[in-house]
């Protein structure tokens, strides 16, 4: 059985932490680059990179049933005092 929910929560981690990757290499590149004119342009690049790279992932996620196994911390006990 296909849980969207599952599926939606694996896209939004994928795409969260592809997107974190570019933003520190995008860190790294402003340091080493000698102009603003070149650091605009790679950026450009490893924008167009990352955000290629965050859309193909999902279409293959398409090809897959997901579904999410909480861990003990996603877990929240409700106790009531009676």
Known sequence: MVNN???????????DEITK?????L???QVACPTNE?????RSKIL?????????IK???????VEYK???EDIIEV???R
Not at 48 to 56: A, S
């Open 5 to 15: 929910k599952s599926k939606e929560k694996l896209n939004r981690l994928v795409e």
């Open 48 to 56: 167009r990179i990352g955000n290629n790279c965050i859309r193909d």
């Open 38 to 42: 070149t650091y605009k342009v790679l």
């Open 27 to 29: 860190d790294y590149a």
């Open 79 to 81: 106790v009531s005092k």
């Open 59 to 65: 279409k293959k996620l398409d090809f897959y049933d």
């Open 70 to 72: 909480a861990m003990s």
């Open 21 to 25: 990757m570019f933003e520190q290499v």
